[in-house]
Nanobody
């Protein structure tokens, strides 16, 4: 069974920075996408950023220019560098993994437990 373990959340003042990390363990296939969603109280869970094993990236408009996603494929680890944080970034951040075998059209999805990020004004 695949497991995702997140770290790096915490409390920070507006304008500060945090770096989140997430490591996947278990059976990890070569073709995959790892990334981050976030969910604030009373809000839906929205994509923050994602990065495929081939290097393709996507960012939410609200974080472009402030957040940077990166990964270490050999370690099955994804990072999210968050700079110029705003109170609106306060949420639980969830790491995820989508993967498939070569030649398969079936993806399997996995989620971490989430890590709290709180940005004070």
């Amino acid at each position: 069974q695949v497991q995702l373990v997140e770290s790096g959340g915490g409390f920070v003042q507006a304008g500060g920075s945090l770096r989140l990390s997430c490591t996947a363990s278990g059976i990890i296939f070569n073709i995959n996408t790892m990334g981050w969603y976030r969910q604030a109280p009373g809000k839906q869970r929205d994509l923050v950023a994602r990065l495929s094993s081939a290097g393709s990236t996507n960012y939410a408009d609200s974080v472009k220019g402030r957040f940077t996603i990166s990964r270490d494929n050999a370690k099955n680890t994804v990072y999210l560098q968050m700079d110029s944080l705003k109170p609106e970034d306060t949420a639980v951040y969830y790491c995820y993994l989508d993967q498939r075998r070569v030649g398969s059209t079936r993806y399997s999805s996995y989620w971490g437990q989430g890590t709290q990020v709180t940005v004070s004004s």
